[in-house]
């Protein structure tokens, strides 16, 4: 299967400073990449959908603003939580869409980065 | 409204037991529906994969089940193991050009030894 790697796995900081995620795909090119949120004993939830060279789609209630979703390339996707505060504190996890032509597409999720704002 | 629902919420089993997870869901059109296994802290892993016109299909000792008139799913756990212990969401995709998933909430599956 397609490996999506998100880096860094956890990270801990201080309430009002930003956070940097990064998601890769290792061994397709991803022109789609999705970012999802998920809280303990709860399902992934839908942020946004990242575009590659173009703004990101934010679900309702998603501040633009607060999450920056930057996908410069075909293979990175990023996600910056700015003015970080302990109640985004959450698991982050992206995913890839690979696309194998007609309707053969399949998102591909990456190991997640715990996010613990202090 | 597009939706997934799985049950149990939660299940606790004997190692070496069988279990069936079930989802239903009710997303139109519908595209395909996947079974994936989440460990605690990691990301969602894909166990199966199926569309409309499959009815089952396996993956080791897992076998999920399709009825697309029912629209009801079921996963198969045969002779679990302890690293069987996870989470198992029920993810359906509807024919849009959103490439958007509709997540059930999952059932916590916990096998004792």
């Known amino acids: 299967g397609a490996v999506v790697s998100q880096h860094p796995s956890r990270v801990i900081c201080k309430s009002g400073t930003s956070v940097k995620i990064e998601c890769r795909s290792l061994d397709f090119q991803a022109t789609t990449m999705f970012w999802y949120r998920q809280f303990p004993k709860q399902s992934l939830m839908l942020m946004a959908t990242s575009n590659e060279g173009s703004k990101a789609t934010y679900e309702q209630g998603v501040e633009k603003d607060k999450f920056l979703i930057n996908h410069a390339s075909l293979t990175l996707s990023t996600l910056t939580v700015t003015s970080a505060h302990p109640e985004d504190s959450s698991f982050y996890i992206c995913?890839?869409?690979?696309?194998?032509?007609?309707?053969?597409?399949?998102?591909?999720f990456g190991p997640g980065t715990r996010l613990t704002v202090l | 409204k597009n939706q997934v629902e799985q049950s149990p919420q939660s299940l606790i089993i004997l190692e070496g037991k069988n279990c069936t997870l079930q989802c239903n869901y009710t997303v139109s059109p519908f595209s395909n529906l996947r079974w994936y296994k989440q460990d605690t802290g990691r990301g969602p892993v894909s166990l199966t994969i199926m569309t409309f016109s499959e009815n089952t299909k396996s993956n080791g000792r897992y076998t999920a089940t399709l009825d697309a008139d029912t629209k009801q799913s079921s996963l198969h756990i045969t002779a679990s193991q302890l690293s069987d212990s996870a989470s198992y969401i029920c993810?359906?995709?509807?024919?849009?050009?959103?490439?958007?998933?509709?997540f059930g909430s999952g059932t916590r599956l916990l096998v004792r030894p």
């Open positions: 993810v359906v995709s509807a024919v849009d050009s959103s490439y958007k998933l509709i």
């Open positions: 995913s890839a869409l690979r696309v194998a032509g007609g309707l053969d597409r399949e998102q591909f």
